[in-house]
């Protein structure tokens, strides 16, 4: 069988959040944050590159260590992280990377000949006076730069608002002169954060961080990380410094908002943080984000999900295993548990930070450690818990297995969705290695969801499962 594009969209041993995508000549590149398998905060690792042929979502190509942040002279000794970057490629061709290590609040600037680099430290945005933006009087701390440039100007923006935090005034716009680091014209306030959106567009889903621009058939679109969470939302306007409106949510990593196939305010998955962006990829646009696994703030993956801009709006989508692929799996062969869009104990919660207070929830995980090229899995499967796949097109299948393995004992209920008909009854057992269980099924033809539930005692680990047809 062809290899398929899936969600995480890279190997499921790779935790790179934050992803900004662009495409150059016939590649799409990412750029993103680093984290760390089973890391104790965000951004433990140095910046890596993937990239994909526009053509062929499915391969994504290692391109290597980018930067490292010990590059950055006010990070010599490496104690400080890496957050989420931006790159632009300047009048002069050459390729920008603007970034914020995690205690200070200046923005920082790499250079590289390619879009893989290697980069080499540049600089930092600074007044003509040479004095850092950030450190000036009246500056607001900078964070997560995204930047967009055209002609001989580059458009910087940043942010961090939490919620009820008076200090901070909203998502920022710098302009910069044509040598990519010198303040051309003064911060701007674009979006309010919480304190001051009383009779804006914003107001419920105020700025919080990961300010992301692009502009669109003439239209700019002001992307961001709302105080909400776990959705990107997107603001527009006809100019990159002023005059922005709110519209709405783009994606939810818990998919909170949709309510096609469940109540709105139901969550499918542990949603945290989120921060991504729009790229057009063939003439057909996505947005990318990010999910987060190992029970954890801290080892987060990036996803993809189709999207539609008709007359400038953009409508919520689901989150989907098979986002990237552009169109339902085959309900045929073996899958991987690790692609489960929706993942969820007897009663759903809503945040990752909720699996701290009880860690026996399900999540994603994979054994090893950071770095270790191994497949992730789903463990803490206990009675009543769930994991779901979106989407497949099936015909004829007649037989479904599950790999499993731990001290659970029961059976995985197969379903089509979330409250439907159970269409097999799967037994699984006590085990110390990984088991191959099967059961006789006849599953709805055509685009379907896929779910299993685990009834039962004990819990239990799920590897992988497949469809055989008939």
């Avoid at 109540?263 to 057909?284: D, F, L």
């Avoid at 869009?341 to 759903?348: Q, V």
């Avoid at 930070?353 to 499967?381: A, C, V």
Wanted: glycine share 10%; aromatic share 14%.
């Amino acid at each position: 069988m062809m290899k398929q594009a899936v969600n995480p969209y890279l190997p499921s041993s790779e935790y790179i959040p934050d992803a900004e995508p662009y495409v150059f000549g016939e590649r799409v590149y990412i750029y993103g944050s680093h984290d760390k398998f089973n890391g104790h905060v965000y951004c433990l690792n140095d910046y890596v590159c993937y990239s994909a042929d526009i053509h062929d979502l499915a391969n994504w190509r290692y391109e290597g260590v980018i930067y490292k942040k010990t590059q950055d002279p006010l990070n010599r000794s490496g104690d400080m992280c890496l957050y989420a970057p931006d790159i632009t490629v300047g009048p002069d061709g050459r390729y920008y990377l603007y970034y914020v290590l995690d205690k200070v609040s200046v923005v920082s600037v790499a250079v590289a000949d390619t879009p893989v680099g290697p980069f080499e430290f540049y600089g930092y945005v600074t007044d003509t006076q040479g004095k850092l933006l950030g450190e000036r009087a009246g500056d607001q701390p900078q964070f997560d730069p995204g930047v967009l440039t055209e002609g001989d100007t580059t458009y910087l923006y940043t942010g961090f608002c939490p919620k009820g935090d008076a200090s901070r005034l909203g998502a920022m716009v710098t302009v910069l002169s044509d040598d990519m680091v010198t303040i051309k014209e003064e911060t701007k306030i674009i979006a309010p954060s919480e304190p001051y959106s009383e009779g804006s567009s914003f107001l419920g889903h105020e700025f919080f961080e990961a300010p992301s621009m692009r502009k669109i058939e003439g239209v700019y679109y002001l992307i961001y990380s709302s105080i909400v969470f776990h959705e990107l939302c997107y603001a527009t306007s006809t100019s990159p410094t002023e005059g922005f409106t709110y519209q709405g949510v783009i994606v939810s990593n818990n998919d909170i908002g949709i309510d096609t196939y469940k109540p709105k305010e139901r969550p499918m998955y542990y949603g945290g943080n989120n921060h991504g962006s729009i790229v057009a990829i063939n003439e057909n646009y996505f947005i990318f984000y990010h999910r987060h696994t190992h029970g954890s703030n801290f080892s987060r993956q990036g996803c993809i999900e189709p999207i539609a801009i008709v007359d400038g709006r953009i409508n919520q989508v689901e989150i989907t295993s098979s986002g990237p692929n552009q169109a339902p799996l085959k309900g045929e062969g073996t899958y991987p548990a690790y692609i489960a869009c929706h993942l969820f104990g007897k009663e759903p919660v809503a945040y990752t930070g909720d699996l701290y207070l009880d860690p026996q929830l399900p999540r994603i995980t994979q054994e090893g450690k950071d770095g270790d090229q191994h497949d992730g899995y789903i463990e803490n499967l206990t009675a009543g818990s769930s994991c779901g796949f979106k989407y497949f097109t099936f015909d004829n299948v007649t037989k479904v297995t599950v790999t499993t393995r731990g001290y659970g004992k029961g059976v995985i209920e197969v379903r089509t969705a979330l409250e439907g008909p159970v269409h097999a009854q799967i037994p699984i057992d006590f085990t110390n290695t990984w088991t191959t269980y099967e059961a006789v099924i006849s599953l709805p033809e055509g685009k379907q969801s896929l779910y299993f539930t685990f009834v039962g005692q004990g819990r239990t680990a799920l590897k992988q499962f497949s469809f055989v047809r008939g």
